[in-house]
């Protein structure tokens, strides 16, 4: 536990994306019969933020319910644009919570960042092409912790996969998730997780540094990795795969970042 834990707090400067954000979705608490409402995160976890007008292009799905009939597209509503609801009433149950952020070009040069590839940004020093994955657990109703849905591959790009469901699992046991690139076992990826009030990041703090890790490990040949939640409440657990661009005079890296957020201890069981 000592060396995941050290290994985390090694890895806390470790940089995001690009661009500097990362992206995650959670849902309240929901009983079965009631509408489901979440949000969609989209910066320094485990803050929420509105999204920027110029950014919302990057979103061009909205965030999607997965249930065993098929997905179900949320509408935005609410105070603030990054809080969705579903259209109707969900029945209880397990469900997966997924949001997709396009594949955008982002170079970098003496003047920062910007939404271009080399063919564009002539002087860029460099050049990924991002693509960003979210996805929840969502236990609906007090006594939901099917793991039938949830351990099956949605087929993002990169994808982590809780082969249980966390309501299952209890402080200090592991939950064993599983990370897929093209639908292939990842092996050798680092894979790291924190906890919602594990540490505070200064509001004056504009850095693009990872927030302090709670957990760190690897992934075996099979791309399993075995998380263990040191305390109750809300988790994330982020994995970054970078991989040469098809064509490197127009970007060198293919670069994905996939989350998976779930709830340890929560008041539904």
């Not at 995001?16 to 990362?22: L, Q």
């Not at 849902?27 to 409402?37: P, Y």
């Not at 505070?200 to 927030?211: F, I, Q, T, V, W």
Request: proline letters at 6%; charged letters at 20%; hydrophobic letters at 40%.
């Amino acid at each position: 536990m000592f060396r995941h834990l050290l290994s985390a707090v090694l890895l806390a400067g470790l940089s995001v994306a690009a661009h500097g954000h990362e992206v995650w979705v959670n849902a309240a608490h929901t009983h079965g019969g009631e509408v489901l409402k979440a949000e969609l995160g989209y910066g320094h976890y485990p803050e929420l933020e509105p999204i920027a007008a110029d950014r919302l292009s990057l979103f061009p799905k909205p965030l999607q319910l997965l249930t065993p009939q098929g997905k179900i597209d949320l509408v935005r509503r609410g105070q603030h644009n990054y809080q969705f609801e579903t259209p109707r009433a969900v029945a209880d149950g397990s469900y997966l919570l997924l949001a997709q952020y396009r594949p955008t070009f982002w170079s970098r040069n003496a003047a920062g960042w910007q939404r271009q590839n080399l063919t564009q940004m002539k002087d860029a020093t460099y050049c990924e092409q991002t693509s960003m994955f979210g996805k929840a657990v969502v236990n609906v109703g007090h006594e939901s912790a099917s793991k039938e849905l949830i351990s099956r591959p949605v087929g993002d790009l990169l994808e982590i996969v809780p082969l249980e469901n966390p309501a299952n699992v209890r402080v200090g046991e592991v939950l064993p998730v599983r990370v897929l690139f093209r639908g292939e076992p990842l092996p050798d990826a680092t894979v790291v997780a924190t906890f919602d009030g594990f540490s505070h990041r200064d509001p004056a703090d504009k850095s693009h540094r990872l927030e302090p890790q709670a957990f760190s490990d690897t992934t075996r040949a099979d791309g399993t990795v075995g998380i263990i939640p040191l305390r109750q409440g809300s988790w994330k657990v982020r994995v970054v795969h970078k991989t040469d661009f098809s064509d490197q005079a127009v970007c060198g890296q293919l670069a994905a970042y996939a989350t998976l957020t779930f709830e340890i201890g929560s008041s539904h069981h």
